[in-house]
């Protein structure tokens, strides 16, 4: 069936490094990505997305990179800051005559000092 | 300001007794969706609409209800809440490019 997951819970990164986000994905007919970052207490925050006719995509700081042929989505964040620490999650939007969205399950990302 | 508001934040209630979480955006989407959000399952659409008067099913709709009558509002509504629905929901509406959320609705049913 439909399922948006991510391969790891946690991710800890020096501040200043890189950080990669992975998410893996099972339907092949969704047509639209989106990585989202939450913080404590708010509300999902969209920060870039991506349409299954492009391989990347980048944004200030951040690079979306979709691969349809092993169904994985990934999210870099160059020169990771302590304000990026939060949960992200990646979304798959499903068009199915209306715009069914699946969220995986999160990616907590601390980022050390 | 371009936002996606909810009403109210925090609710405790009791099993059985009929609530309404309101939502408003100002931002003419014609999109708009329910969440909800629990300890390690992420978020999961309850309802969604494409326009007025137009409502679909999400992914875990049992037990609730959703009214679109004019673009700007999308109430869910718990004709009568269970301990089960108590949870984190948010609203959110879709425009080019971006889907906004609320700041969410913390939801204890006793």
């Known amino acids: 069936g439909e399922n948006v997951g991510l391969h790891l819970p946690t991710l800890s990164v020096q501040e200043g490094d890189n950080s990669i986000i992975n998410c893996a994905y099972s339907?092949?007919?969704?047509?639209?990505f989106i990585w989202y970052k939450q913080e404590s207490g708010k509300g999902p925050q969209f920060i870039i997305d991506i349409r299954s006719n492009m391989d990347k995509r980048q944004g200030q700081r951040v690079t979306v990179l979709l691969n349809k042929t092993v169904k994985h989505l990934s999210l870099q964040i160059a020169a990771t800051q302590p304000g990026d620490s939060a949960v992200y999650f990646c979304?798959?939007?499903?068009?199915?005559?209306?715009?069914?969205?699946?969220f995986g399950a999160g990616t907590r990302l601390f980022v050390k000092a | 300001e371009a936002q996606v508001t909810q009403n109210p934040r925090y609710l405790i209630t009791v099993t059985g007794k009929k609530l309404t979480v309101t939502c408003s955006q100002n931002?003419?989407?014609?999109?708009m969706s329910w969440y909800r959000q629990d300890p390690g399952l992420g978020l999961r659409q309850i309802y969604y609409?494409?326009?007025?008067?137009?409502?679909d099913k999400g992914d875990v709709p049992e037990g609730y209800k959703v009214s679109r009558k004019e673009k700007r509002n999308f109430p869910l509504i718990l004709e009568s809440p269970s301990p089960n629905q108590t949870s984190l929901y948010f609203c959110?509406?879709?425009?080019?490019?971006?889907?906004?959320f609320g700041p969410g609705t913390r939801l204890l049913v006793l």
């Open positions: 931002m003419n989407h014609e999109y």
């Open positions: 609409s494409m326009n007025v008067e137009v409502t």
């Open positions: 339907n092949s007919a969704s047509d639209y």
């Open positions: 979304a798959e939007t499903v068009d199915t005559g209306g715009f069914k969205t699946i």
């Open positions: 959110a509406s879709r425009g080019p490019g971006a889907q906004y």
